[in-house]
Each structure stands twice: as C-alpha cells, then as structure tokens.
C-alpha cells in the first residue's frame, strides 16, 4: 500500500526557516518524481514544486512564486523528499501535501496518492 | 500559464440526484485533465486521469468527459459520502501544473 506521510510543520515566526518531510512507503520512491502542493485555509491547491527521480536528474522546478526561498531534495536511500522553505512570510500559512507524480505518457503526469499534510502557521 | 475554470463555485445536490461540474482550461491540455475530491480535514483524493479514466477503488458513479478545453465530472447518483469539494489540475505542461478553484457540492 503507497503511503505518504508528511511531518515538520508547526508554528514559525516571519523571516525564519523551516523543514518538511514527506517519508513514504510501499513503491520504489526511487523510480518517482515527487512535488509539493500547498492549501492556504479555505482556499484552493497551489502547486509549490517537484523534483525529478535521480534516473532523470533528479533536478528541481518551482512555482514562480516561491522560487529562491524553497527548496525540495530527496534522499532515495531512506524514502524522504524534503522542502526547504526560508525567509518565511505570513502567506506561507498553509497545509503542505507531498505527492506521488504518476507518469502518464506524452504528459507531465499527474499526483497519484497524496500524504495526509502538514499545517505550517506562519506568525509572529 | 494556463488557467483552469471551474464552475458552478457550490452544487446543491439531493442525494441520489445527479450532479455535473464543470471545468475549463485557457488553452487546449487534449486529455491531460485529472479530477480530485477533497473532504474536510483529508488530502485530495484522485477519482479521474486522463479526463476520463478512473482511478482505482473509485465508483463507477463518477465518470469524467471532454477534451481540448472543456471538460465534465459526472456524479451518476449523489451518495452521502459524495458531499465534498472536487478540483480539475491539468497537467500538460510540465512545470507549471494547474489546479481549478474549486467546486463545492453540498447537500440540497
């Protein structure tokens, strides 16, 4: 069974950092992509960022909104994808998702199974 | 960037009834279209890919149709455990994935 499960979050002051974590379980996470999708309270799903399986690179892309204060990495040895997010701004008060990314061909696939979240409250 | 419309904002829906949601996109993403429903508290939950296939475990209740830039999300017979709100992601371009505002369906 692919399990997600994100961990990190809490309460953060503005301008500070933090870590999330996203260990999964039951598929080869090595084989995947991964990306990070964020919910603000009461709003929409904004996606944040993903990163490539080593196979391909394993390079980053990031929403244009956040580029240079996030960063995702993965440790395929332990089955974890990190976001690293700094310079922490109220606006940033969300859940944050990890993802599976699903390879569909001839796309740029789309997220399979989703951890359950972790809620980062950004606030002074 | 392409934007994704979803439409109407909230369904009032009688259970057992039929509802349709509506999603359109500002440019065509052929099939690449993916539905997800979302109870309070929980993560998304894939139901439809490929505008039209199911995902698995998912009833054959929900059924999805379209393509190019209009595309339909069909609840055959609203269920109680349905009420939540669903959202369309196209995901033709790579790296900018799009998500709708979502739509609400609540019970009539």
């Known amino acids: 069974e692919v399990q997600l499960v994100e961990s990190g979050g809490g309460l953060v002051q503005p301008g500070r950092s933090l870590r999330l974590s996203c260990t999964a379980s039951g598929f080869i996470f090595g084989d995947f992509e991964m990306t990070w999708v964020r919910q603000a309270p009461g709003r929409g799903l904004e996606w944040a960022g993903f990163i490539r399986s080593k196979l391909n690179g394993g390079t980053t892309e990031y929403a244009a909104s956040l580029k240079g204060r996030f960063t995702i990495s993965r440790d395929d040895s332990n089955n974890i994808a990190y976001l690293q997010m700094n310079s922490l701004k109220t606006e940033d008060t969300a859940v944050y998702y990890c993802?599976?990314?699903?390879?569909?061909?001839?796309?740029?696939?789309?997220?399979?199974?989703w951890g359950q979240g972790t809620l980062v409250t950004v606030s002074s | 960037e392409i934007e994704v419309t979803q439409s109407p904002a909230t369904l009032s829906v009688s259970l057992g009834e039929r509802a349709t949601l509506s999603c359109r996109t500002s440019q065509s993403v052929g099939r690449n279209l993916a539905w997800y429903q979302q109870k309070p508290g929980q993560a998304p939950r894939l139901l439809i890919y490929g505008a039209s296939a199911r995902a698995t475990g998912i009833p054959a209740r929900f059924s999805g149709s379209g393509s190019g830039t209009e595309f339909t999300l069909t609840i055959s017979s609203l269920q109680s455990e349905d009420f939540a709100v669903y959202y369309c992601h196209q995901y033709i371009v790579r790296p900018t994935w799009t998500f709708g505002l979502g739509t609400k369906v609540e019970i009539k």
């Open positions: 993802a599976r990314i699903y390879p569909g061909l001839g796309s740029s696939g789309w997220f399979d199974f």
